[in-house]
């Protein structure tokens, strides 16, 4: 039997987690033959539910699932962990933008910065979910001094895959024929889901695909899916966000396949022109355990202009937090 590998994740007793936590005890991250250890952090009110989330994971009987401890103290959450999701903060309700977010979720993330870089493994994996990501990601990555920017991503593979989803249900395939759509920017209605790049069995999707729906239907579907869920649904994406964050820390984990990308939110380092240190989604493969950004796209003037966009919101949200920095 391996040695159990500890995984933090934070706001356990939300609905993202409900999803998540299950997966986790499952053996989906680490795989089948690895036992894990749950560290799981949330503020006091919570505690009963999280209980209560405990008892239905016990009830399980894992047999990967070593241990669980439930915690409010980040310090005690983070202890060595290697992997770290921070989930938890508020969502956004109908009628908000995810950057109305920053001011009460803010500060959660330059106190668990701290704390991550008191005590968590130096090679720690961060995943950023809690809105608004790329910010919350920013000021964590500025709260952790001791831990070099590249233990912080944040998550923009929910866009990611609703936009691979997109296009292959356009195409009539299924999602493992496409490849290397990209999202850039910011993981807010701004976004660029491009697929300029992308394919479809091989075959270029823009060859498939015409502009106007391209334009009037694509890209405003990806922008716009969290929204339309929250209208729908009543409340923002859970299952589904749940999903893209295993997949994008197993992914920075396992590597991307030698034929396609993902999307990832990383510190940039200056690439495409973004401003360096900025929290910026990038097409990225994963290069001995980190996240590169891929290099030598050709960004025309109708992508360039959203690019621009985005680096203009995400400069403005860091402006508003600035005194976390
Ligand atoms: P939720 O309200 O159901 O759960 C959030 C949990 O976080 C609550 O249980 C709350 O008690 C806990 N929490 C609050 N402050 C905390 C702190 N300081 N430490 C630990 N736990 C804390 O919300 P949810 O639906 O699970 O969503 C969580 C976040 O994820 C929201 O900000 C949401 O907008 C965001 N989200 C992001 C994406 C993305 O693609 N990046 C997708 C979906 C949701
Ligand atoms: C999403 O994209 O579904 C999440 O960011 C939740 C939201 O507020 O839209």
């Given at each position: 039997?391996?040695?159990?590998?500890?995984?933090?994740?934070?706001?356990?007793?939300?609905?993202?987690?409900?999803?998540?936590?299950?997966?986790?005890?499952?053996?989906?991250?680490?795989?089948?033959?690895?036992?894990?250890?749950?560290?799981?952090?949330?503020?006091?009110?919570?505690?009963?539910?999280?209980?209560?989330?405990?008892?239905?994971?016990?009830?399980?009987?894992?047999?990967?699932?070593?241990?669980?401890?439930?915690?409010?103290?980040?310090?005690?959450?983070?202890?060595?962990?290697?992997?770290?999701?921070?989930?938890?903060?508020?969502?956004?309700?109908?009628?908000?933008?995810?950057?109305?977010?920053?001011?009460?979720?803010a500060e959660i993330f330059a106190v668990q910065g701290r704390a991550l870089n008191q005590v968590?493994?130096?090679?720690?994996?961060?995943?950023?979910?809690?809105?608004?990501?790329?910010?919350?990601?920013?000021?964590?990555?500025?709260?952790?001094?001791?831990?070099?920017?590249?233990?912080?991503?944040?998550?923009?593979?929910?866009?990611?895959?609703?936009?691979?989803?997109?296009?292959?249900?356009?195409?009539?395939?299924?999602?493992?024929?496409?490849?290397?759509?990209?999202?850039?920017?910011?993981?807010?209605?701004?976004?660029?889901?491009?697929?300029?790049?992308?394919?479809?069995?091989?075959?270029?999707a823009l060859s498939l695909v015409d502009q106007p729906w391209i334009v009037d239907e694509f890209?405003?579907?990806?922008?716009?899916?969290?929204?339309?869920?929250?209208?729908?649904?009543?409340?923002?994406?859970?299952?589904?966000?749940?999903?893209?964050?295993?997949?994008?820390?197993?992914?920075?984990?396992?590597?991307?396949?030698?034929?396609?990308?993902?999307?990832?939110?990383?510190?940039?380092?200056?690439?495409?022109?973004?401003?360096?240190?900025?929290?910026?989604?990038?097409?990225?493969?994963?290069?001995?355990?980190?996240?590169?950004?891929?290099?030598?796209?050709?960004?025309?003037?109708?992508?360039?202009?959203?690019?621009?966009?985005?680096?203009?919101?995400?400069?403005?949200?860091?402006?508003?937090?600035?005194?976390?920095?």
């Open positions: 039997m391996k040695p159990p590998i500890p995984i933090a994740v934070t706001g356990a007793a939300g609905q993202i987690n409900y999803s998540l936590l299950f997966r986790l005890a499952a053996g989906e991250l680490l795989g089948h033959d690895q036992p894990i250890i749950l560290r799981l952090l949330e503020i006091p009110p919570a505690m009963q539910t999280l209980r209560g989330v405990v008892m239905e994971l016990n009830d399980c009987a894992y047999p990967l699932l070593h241990q669980i401890v439930i915690t409010d103290d980040p310090c005690v959450a983070f202890e060595n962990v290697e992997y770290a999701f921070l989930i938890g903060a508020k969502p956004r309700s109908q009628g908000m933008l995810r950057s109305d977010l920053l001011e009460q979720n968590a493994s130096r090679q720690v994996k961060v995943l950023v979910t809690g809105n608004p990501s790329n910010t919350n990601a920013l000021i964590a990555i500025n709260n952790a001094p001791d831990l070099p920017a590249s233990c912080f991503t944040a998550m923009t593979m929910l866009d990611h895959t609703r936009a691979v989803s997109q296009l292959a249900q356009r195409c009539g395939v299924v999602s493992r024929q496409i490849r290397r759509i990209s999202i850039w920017g910011n993981h807010s209605c701004a976004q660029y889901p491009d697929l300029r790049n992308a394919t479809v069995n091989g075959i270029a890209i405003p579907t990806v922008q716009y899916r969290g929204t339309e869920i929250i209208k729908i649904r009543g409340q923002s994406s859970a299952a589904s966000a749940a999903n893209a964050a295993l997949v994008h820390m197993q992914t920075w984990i396992q590597g991307t396949a030698d034929d396609d990308w993902v999307s990832m939110a990383v510190a940039s380092d200056g690439s495409y022109g973004i401003a360096e240190g900025l929290v910026y989604s990038f097409p990225v493969r994963i290069r001995q355990g980190q996240p590169e950004i891929v290099q030598g796209l050709d960004i025309d003037d109708f992508s360039a202009a959203f690019l621009r966009r985005n680096q203009t919101e995400l400069q403005d949200e860091r402006e508003t937090i600035r005194h976390l920095l």
